[in-house]
Nanobody, 126 residues
Framework: VQLQASGGGLVRAGASLRLSCAAS????????MGWFRQAPGKEREFVAG????????YYSDTVKGRFTISRDVAKNTAYLQMDSLKPEDTAVYYC????????????????????WGQGTQVTVSS
């Protein structure tokens, strides 16, 4: 199983980025997919998730309305569209896949995820 995150970079506040998570060994249709991030000196935190069947989406309060999670089943890739970026969004972003039976209510827990990507750096300057 491999989750390859990409798309990070250095941007100015207000800009947009789209992160990609290319999956192999798992299918984004059969797994719940999530994005987490970890800023320097801070714990890893949940950003967004999408359920495997109905595609129900979940967001942290800090990104709701600015970020959008999606998936392309044909490309077996999950995405995180990030708009109106802020300096506080600076972090390493990780994608993850979960096969937990119950996703709702557990989507924001790292323990619910079975596989993790290597992370991609997002830096937002003011």
């Amino acid at each position: 199983v491999q989750l390859q995150a990409s798309g990070g970079g250095l941007v100015r506040a207000g800009a947009s980025l789209r992160l990609s998570c290319a999956a192999s060994g798992v299918t984004v249709r059969a797994y719940h997919m999530g994005w987490f991030r970890q800023a320097p000196g801070k714990e890893r935190e949940f950003v967004a998730g999408i359920s495997r069947s109905a595609g129900v989406t979940y967001y942290s309060d800090t990104v709701k309305g600015r970020f959008t999670i999606s998936r392309d089943v044909a490309k077996n890739t999950a995405y995180l569209q990030m708009d109106s970026l802020k300096p506080e969004d600076t972090a390493v972003y990780y994608c993850a896949a979960s096969r937990t039976a119950t996703y709702s209510g557990y989507h924001d827990s790292q323990n619910a995820y079975n596989y993790w990507g290597q992370g991609t750096q997002v830096t937002v300057s003011s």
